[in-house]
Each structure stands twice: as C-alpha cells, then as structure tokens.
C-alpha cells in the first residue's frame, strides 16, 4: 500500500450496471474547440456514449451538470472509441465509435445557449461501414505515409484486418496462423501494423505487404492459398516474448521511435525493427498502461495500472513513484483539462471515471480514542454459551443424502468368476487362429439394501478381451431384492491381452424426502478373470530369448502346488518345469530351482513374460498367505531388459508415424477425388458436349487408390493395437521389475503405474508418455 494517494481533481460514477474495458476511454480536443482544453469521451458496453468537460470549483469536487457536454445512447455496445482527422476535405477531429459490426464517424459541435442551460452539444453521423465480419479493436494513423487525414485499421474476431480509407472501404487481409484476436496499434515511422498473436509473438506487417498481398474476400484453404494469384502476407518482423499481451504502444522520440507491450507478467520496450531495448518484471498482476514521452533527453515514462488499486510510475525500467487509487483501472490517460497539464484519467470496469494529479500531501488516518472499560467475564461467558447453543442448533438440519448404515451401501455389487471355462464356448466373432477359443462365465450380483431407481450395470475388460453382454439396464430395485445377471469373457484378438482384470460398475439413484427424482449414486467392483482363459499347458522349450529369475525368501514350492490347473499330478516332471502356450501361438516356460530359492521363466518374447511372472507372484503371495506366513517377499537381481524394452517403443512409434502418413495421404486423395468429381459435374451439366479428357479414367484410378489407401491404413491400424498391447504388457513387466529390483512400496509403484501407464487404450490423439523416454 502507497503512503501517497492518486489526488482526487474531479470524479464521477457512469450510469448503472455499466461494463467497460480500456478502449472505451478517450481524452482529445474532440469538439475541436481550439483552446488546447481537451475533452473526456466515454463509450460503454451498454451502448451510452457519454462527453466529459470537467470544471471543478476546488479539487475534489463531484460532477456538476454542466461537466457532462453530451450522453447519448447508440443502439450498439460500444467496443472503442477514438479521435482523428476521419473526414476526407477536412483536417478537423472527429469521433470514431467502433460496434461489433458497425464503424461510425460522428462530428460533434456546439452551439451557443441563449438561456441560464448553457451551450449545447450534439454529434452528426458523417459515414458508417456495416462491417461483414465481428470486430475486436481498430487503430488509426496515416497509413501510406499520407498526409492531413487518418486512416482506420479493424481487426475481427477470426483475423482479418479491414481497411477503410475514410469514407470508403480499402481492402482486407487475413493474419497468417491466427487463432485469437490480440492488441492491434500502428507505427507510422516504420508504416507497418503491430499486434500480438495468440503464440505469445509480437509481430509487423508493413502496410505496403498488406496493399499487395492476395485479396482475402473470404477465407481459403491452404491448398488454394497456394495456388491463387498475389503476393503471400509475411511478416517483417516476429519476437517471441513467452506470455499474453494486454496493450501494445508506440512512442515516438527524437527521431525515433519504441514499441511498447504489457504482459501478463512484465512489460516490454522494442526498437522498431523488433529487438528489446529494455523489459521490466512487474511485481502485481497489471491491468492497463500508458507511455509518454519523459521531460529527461532520452527516456520514456510509462503509467502502469494494477489489480491492487495502484498506480506505477516508471522511467525506462526504474520506478519513480508509486500511488494509491480507489479503484482498478483498466483504460489510463493523460489530458490538459481547464488548464492543468498532465491530469491522469483513468476508468474502472464498473464505470469510476477519475481525473487526479500526484501530491505529496498524503491522506493520513487517525484512529480515534478507544474508551476503557473493565471486562466482565460473567457477561463474556453467558454470551459465548448463547452462541454455541444457536451453533449446535443450526447443525441439526436434515442430512440431503440418507445416512447409510455402517459398512454397507445402499446397493452392493459383487462377481463371481466361474472356476471352471464353459464347457461350451461362448466365443463369437474371435480372430484367434485356434482349434477352439474358451470362455469363462461371470456372474453379476446387485442386492439393494434400500429402494433404488435407474440402475445401470456396465461391465468392461480390456482388450483383446470382449464380453457377450457388457450393458444391462434394470428399473426399480426394491429394498433387500436383488439382480443377478450372466455373461462370457473370451478371447477376440489375436494377441495375448496386458491385464486379466475387468470391473462391474452401476450407476444408480437414491430418492429422498427432499429429491424424489433421486441422488446418483455409482458402486463398483473388480474381478480377477482365470489363466486358462488365455493359454493352455503344453510342453517346455529348453531355448528361449528372453529369461528373468524371481528370488524368494522361502523354500521353492512346487508347480503343481501353485498351478494344478495346468499341472498333472502325475507327471513328477511337472514339479520343478512347466509349460504354457498362448492361444496366439506364443509358448512360455516356467522353472522352479531344485536347490535354490529361484523361479526362472523365459519365453521367446519379452511381453509374453508379463502375465505368467505376474500369475506367479501372485499365486506365490496367497501361497504363503494361507501357511501365515507374513515376512515372504520377492526380489529381482537381474538387470532389466530396457534394450528390448525400447524396440517395442519404436516399433509402436514407428507404426503410429504411418498412421500419420496414411492420413495425410487419404486426405489428399480424397480432395483430389473432390475435384475431379466437381469438373465432370461441370462437364456432364454443359449443354454444349465437350470430351471428358480423360477424367473418367483419372477418377477410376483415383478411387483404387483410396480403396488401397484405406486397406492399408485399417491393417496398419490392426498393427498399431497388437503393438499398444505388447507395449503395455512390456511395460508393465518393466515396473514389476523395478518394484521387485528397488523394494518398493505399494504407494511408489503406484506412482510408477501413473507416470507410465496414463492411458487405458491407444488412440491418434493422446501420445502415451512412455514414447517420451
């Protein structure tokens, strides 16, 4: 807070409920009185259009009747205005008010009154331009380097700056690569327009490079961009400042001239061919800005607003002064009212219109003398009793969700996965290229332990996996019923799946006295789907590529213990080896040390080794859970395969760069398709018959190509998803690892999971961060 406060001069309140921004403020001779006195003109969003003279009897004094010269409401929010020599024939200042899709040029004058009302304002419209796209800002200069006129620049909302040689309209030209409308100014030094872009770039278009670049009647496409006849509109210069601007200046000064942008965070001064020539980090969130030429040879002065009700004053980057204001600025000027140079007036967004000065004469507070008086402890007690009461009174209001009891929801959902596969399979659609493919049945409960209503049960598994029903919609469930549905889990790709979980979600409403439509309500569940599933027992290969070993604290146990449904009880060999083959053709073996406390298993494939290492842990940790055995861990000593970990990240990468290609190809067949379709529609619709030109056969060839285009895209897309599952099967064996190698927690692997593992699917949009490492 600033010991030293903004000196109220002259102040006022605009209308009521009125909204404003920092265009809507301008202070000039606008009545081109020629006494050098100039005038407060100011626009609303409302559409009052509102003429300032102030005349205050002894600073400090509110609005007087005669202050305001001129209020007016225009049918249209008023976006900006501004005062320039607008008229052609005339070197006169005159009031350009810009709307969302009109300009308007407006003479104001005043007559002499005759009676105790004083003189009386009033504008004239001189010309108007219906402007055909929404406006943004505009800005004013002598574009061309004319002389004795201003000409109007306005940048729309979707990029197009329109031109308008006062009474009649130029041309106009579409920003390259715009995405957001940002400030727009002119520098007539350089006759080049500056803005900001939504790149956080500052960026010059010369005047003439607009004049001759192609007509931008409408917008084109790129490709025909490249074909038209003109000049491409390129910019003369670019500096990337790294944030959003809220303004853009340019100040001229002996013989020079700077460019001036407030940022979010700091603000930038800029030579006229784009370097800085200084930047000053600002310390509070600014909100409007105004550069002036300083009285010191050489430097600049800028007023910079912010959201704390302050008001800087800053010589190049050092700050000279600092005041306090009333209220946030957004829009700050500077004017010569009733000969006081150098007023500064600055406007709210609320409408607080305010001329002051800076004094030194600050506004101190003294707090008045508090009268003593004893403190009555009784009094103090009785009154601290009182409102615990009214507290504990208030919070005994109805609950709006019904208290459920302890330990038990409203509704209850469990799966029960079939011990046993379908004896016979359920399997439809499968791409498995096997004898048979087996499903598994599981069976859905939901008991409702209070009256429900719309209940809906989605049932997902991730693929290759698919469901013989994964939707089932229920009506109202009465209190203590329950719901029982059956459904098959069975192979569909042709590919080993990452995950042998799925999860049961319903979604459901409780009604209460105080909704009766119901409160939504979700209950979930996991189910853990069997090994045999997927693969089937078969013999053990001696060779294998890839080997990991699993150490044990705890005696080996042996595999027909942990698996007896693959194992055969009187097979002896199967105690220490046994053997497992994917449906997909793909054959794991798993081993288990006479000696030692090791587990070895090894297959051909680094993803084939994730779902049996994990069926191992996990059938080893229930093992040892039913012998109360606590202290048993696994730990892994081995080094883990990140080579072979890395070509199935660029094998995937790989394949996603010509899904790319494939798009992009199929894009342009397709428009090139288009266009040969629109010229025989041309041809065929000519009263006069004219040869094809071969453009039958042209079309014919075009549409095999899509044809095999297409084809080739879908393949490559089938690809793209084996690739995603061994990626994910990979990956997933890789944080074991790590989790077994570094003992982690079930928090850290959780963390582990989250970074690598953000998404449940492959998709063209979303890039899975591991193709980052």
């Known amino acids: 807070m600033s010991l030293f406060k903004a000196r109220d001069w002259w102040s006022t309140a605009l209308g009521e409920k009125e909204e404003f921004d920092q265009g809507c403020l301008c202070v000039a001779d606008v009545d081109n009185s020629g006494s050098g006195q100039d005038k407060i003109t100011v626009g609303s969003y409302m559409g009052y259009l509102r003429i300032f003279n102030p005349h205050p009897v002894k600073p400090g004094d509110g609005m007087q009747a005669e202050d305001l010269l001129l209020e007016v409401q225009l ?22 008010v810009l709307h969302c899709r009109k300009l308007c040029v407006y003479a104001v004058s005043g007559t002499l009154g005759n009676v105790e009302h004083g003189n009386q304002y009033h504008i004239k419209l001189m010309y108007e331009h219906n402007l055909q796209r929404t406006a943004c800002n505009m800005t004013y200069g002598p574009f061309g380097g004319v002389k004795g006129r201003d000409l109007i620049c306005i940048q729309s909302m979707d990029g197009m700056l329109m031109l308008f040689e006062q009474e009649s309209y130029a041309f106009g030209r579409f920003l390259p690569g715009f995405l957001l409308p940002g400030p727009l100014t002119y520098s007539s030094r350089t006759d080049s327009f500056i803005t900001v872009s939504s790149c956080q770039q500052v960026e010059s278009y010369k005047y003439q490079v607009l004049a001759f670049a192609t007509d931008a009647d409408e917008r084109q496409e790129t490709e025909q961009q490249k074909l038209s006849s003109g000049k491409r509109l390129v910019m003369d210069w670019v500096l990337n400042i790294g944030e959003q601007a ?31 020539r200084f930047m000053k980090k ?3 969130s600014p909100s409007c800005f105004l550069p002036y030429c300083s009285v010191s040879e050489g430097t600049i002065n800028s007023l910079v607003g912010n959201h704390n009700n302050m008001l800087h004053v800053y010589q190049d980057v050092t700050l000279k002064w600092a005041t306090q204001l009333p209220h946030i600025p957004v829009a700050v000027k500077v004017g010569n009212l009733q000969d006081l140079k150098g007023v500064i007036v600055t406007l709210s967004d609320s409408g607080h219109l305010q001329c002051s000065y800076l004094g030194t004469d600050p506004s101190l507070f003294q707090a008045p003398k508090v009268e003593s008086r004893e403190i009555n402890y009784e009094e103090l007690d009785r009154e601290m009793k009182e409102l615990q009461k009214i507290i504990k009174e208030s919070t005994k209001t109805q609950d709006i969700l019904p208290k459920s009891e302890k330990g038990y929801d409203d509704l209850r959902i469990t799966a029960e996965v079939s011990p046993d596969l379908d004896v016979v399979s359920q399997a439809i659609d499968s791409e498995v290229r096997a004898e048979a493919v087996p499903s598994v049945t599981v069976k859905i409960t939901l008991q409702s332990r209070l009256a429900v209503q719309k209940t809906k049960l989605s049932i997902c598994v991730q693929p290759p996996l698919a469901l013989t029903h994964d939707q089932f919609i229920f009506d109202d469930i009465e209190s203590c019923r329950s719901k029982a549905v059956a459904l098959s889990v069975f192979l569909k790709g042709n590919c ?41 027992p078969a013999q053990p290969s001696k060779t294998a590529n890839h080997k990991l070993t699993i150490d044990t604290n705890k005696p080996p146990v042996s595999l027909v213990n942990l698996f007896p449904d693959f194992a055969d009880q009187s097979d002896e ?7 497992f083959q994917f449906l997909t053709g ?29 069926e191992l842990t996990f059938r080893l940790e229930e093992h040892f859970k039913k012998e109360n055995s606590k202290d048993f861990t696994c730990t892994f000593s081995g080094s883990v395969p990140l080579q072979e970990y890395f070509e199935l990240i660029d094998c995937h990468f790989e394949l996603r760069l010509n899904a790319e290609k494939f798009e992009e190809l199929l894009s342009e067949r397709a428009i090139q398709f288009r266009a040969i379709e629109r010229r025989l529609l041309t041809r065929f619709k000519d009263k006069t018959p004219a040869p094809l030109q071969h453009l039958d056969t042209l079309l014919e060839g075009t549409y095999r190509q899509i044809i095999a285009l297409a084809d080739a895209a879908e393949e490559n897309q089938a690809n793209m998803f084996q690739a995603f599952t061994k990626l994910k099967s990979a990956t997933q064996l890789v944080i074991m690892l790590i989790s077994l190698w570094q003992k982690l927690s079930t928090d850290q692997v959780a963390i582990l999971e989250a970074t690598f593992l953000p998404l449940m699917q492959d998709t063209q949009e979303l890039v899975r961060i591991c193709e980052i490492y």
């Open 75 to 96: 049918r249209d929010p008023i976006l900006q205005v501004e005062v320039g020599k607008f008229v052609s024939g005339t070197e006169l200042l005159h009031l350009a």
């Open 246 to 276: 809220l303004d853009i200046c340019v100040v001229s000064f002996n013989q020079t001239s700077s460019v001036f942008v407030l940022g979010e965070r700091n603000f930038f001064c800029l030579k006229d061919n784009g370097q800085i």
């Open 282 to 284: 600002l310390d509070c």
């Open 496 to 536: 080993p799946p990452a995950e042998l979980e799925g999860n049961a979600v319903a979604s459901y409403s409780t009604p209460t006295d105080l909704n009766p439509e119901g409160i939504p309500r979700v209950a979930q569940c996991k189910f853990r789907l069997p090994l045999r599933l997927i693969c089937f």
């Open 573 to 579: 060999d199967q105690v220490n080896v046994l053997g």
């Open 586 to 614: 793909s054959r794991i073996t798993l081993l288990a040390s006479k000696t030692s406390q090791r587990y070895r298993i090894q297959s051909e494939q680094l993803e084939d080794l994730w779902l049996i290492t994990k």
